[in-house]
């Protein structure tokens, strides 16, 4: 099967993985920055207390590995589908929310939740199931579409807030992301009896027959005991401490700089440009070259950018430049932890590793909002921050050079 020839075999389930992972969890992250400074302003809250809004993320460690053990076991199809009907309910939430802080932070824990049943955990899964010479760019392609439609979806809700109110705004999101759920599990072909849940498929992995089941507790205790496991999971909650800043304070971190609302949602879609750049240089690179260098040069170039963030340079051609080297790299993290996934562990526990991983990620973005809150508190800005984020991400990008480089290296599992 050659590269391209992939794709052509396999455009359901990529087209399926695209639709259903991109109007869900990673579109949010560009969304709730919209929202952002117009909540703040009806009800008052303060911006320190906004930031802590990153703390209800915690709350999804407890849902995040029973999603990916589901996923492994019982297939995609019947976890998304519960994911695409449970999140609109979520934005009618958001909708009805009346000045309470606590409902609002109630809503967004929910919004995480049950958003993780269509997220790229789940998804992604259908990429590692049919892609093995073209994994890297495939899951590049699945994680881009929420880019792509944030660089037209940002400035007009934005607009669509300013003009016709944000309850009105989330009522539509909602509605886009039943559209896109339902769509999607449309998409996801039947599986074969090769590939049912917890087997692997044969052209993508040498298939074997266990003598006994392997449960679930040997499972976690063979991921969690090795050493590539925490080398990524370590590497990326450095690198991940700056989520925050790029999902629910980043309209609020530009303003910062001394640029109104509408300037800082029209930069949106030029940060949305440079994180489809990277991610397609990025997938294509690890396709073609040993898989740790390329990690660790697709994950440090924020480091430069949150430095330029958090100085006295604040022209609209800085910001914006700045934002576009941070796009650069912002979303690889997501591809990255799906390749790294695929990559170095069976697909037999793909969903269950993912989950465990992704857990750094919402870890890494409560403790970075607890950080944005204080530092906010303290000095009123958000530039202490951008520059200790600068060297976190410098330093977790580096630890991935200790990966194997070696593509013939045995999988995990």
């Not at 892609?131 to 007009?156: D, Q």
């Not at 509408?262 to 940060?271: K, S």
């Not at 796009?327 to 993290?333: P, Q, V």
Request: hydrophobic residues 50%.
């Amino acid at each position: 099967m050659t590269y391209l020839g992939e794709f052509r075999r396999n455009l359901r389930p990529l087209l399926a993985a695209s639709v259903g992972s991109g109007t869900s969890l990673p579109l949010f992250a560009y969304t709730n920055s919209v929202f952002a400074p117009h909540l703040v302003e009806e009800f008052g809250w303060s911006r320190a207390q906004f930031a802590l809004i990153g703390v209800a993320t915690l709350t999804t460690l407890f849902v995040l590995p029973f999603a990916g053990r589901f996923t492994d076991s019982k297939g995609v199809r019947p976890v998304a589908l519960l994911g695409t009907f449970l999140v609109p309910l979520c934005f009618l939430g958001y909708a009805a929310q009346g000045g309470s802080f606590l409902y609002y932070a109630a809503v967004f824990t929910l919004v995480l939740a049950v958003g993780s049943l269509t997220s790229p955990l789940v998804y992604t899964r259908l990429i590692a199931e049919n892609f093995s010479r073209a994994t890297g760019l495939a899951l590049t392609i699945v994680n881009c579409v929420p880019a792509a439609l944030a660089m037209v979806l940002v400035p007009l809700l934005n607009w669509w807030i300013e003009g016709y109110g944000w309850r009105s705004a989330y009522l539509a999101l909602g509605g886009l992301t039943l559209l896109g759920g339902l769509t999607a599990i449309s998409l996801i072909p039947k599986r074969k009896a090769k590939d049912s849940p917890g087997e692997t498929p044969t052209h993508t992995e040498p298939s074997s027959v266990a003598s006994e089941p392997i449960t679930a507790k040997q499972d976690y205790r063979t991921i969690l005991s090795n050493r590539l496991f925490w080398i990524v999971f370590l590497g990326m909650f450095l690198c991940l401490l700056q989520m925050p800043l790029h999902s629910s304070q980043m309209n609020l971190m530009l303003v910062d700089n001394g640029i109104s609302t509408q300037a800082a949602a029209n930069i949106v879609p030029l940060y949305a440009f440079g994180t489809i750049v990277g991610r397609i240089g990025c997938g294509l690179a690890l396709d073609r070259f040993a898989t740790p260098p390329v990690t660790t040069l697709s994950l440090i170039l924020p480091a430069a950018g949150f430095f330029v963030l958090g100085t006295d340079l604040d022209s609209l051609v800085v910001i914006g430049a700045a934002m576009f080297v941070v796009g650069l790299s912002i979303g690889a993290e997501s591809d990255l932890i799906s390749y790294l996934v695929a990559r170095y562990f069976k697909l037999r526990i793909y969903a269950t590793t993912l989950a465990l991983l992704y857990c750094v990620s919402f870890l890494a973005s409560a403790l970075g909002a607890l950080g944005v809150s204080w530092t906010l508190a303290i000095s009123g800005s958000f530039s202490p921050y951008l520059f200790f984020i600068s060297g976190a991400v410098a330093v977790g990008s580096l630890l991935f050079l200790l990966m194997p480089w070696d593509h013939r290296h045995e999988k995990i599992g």
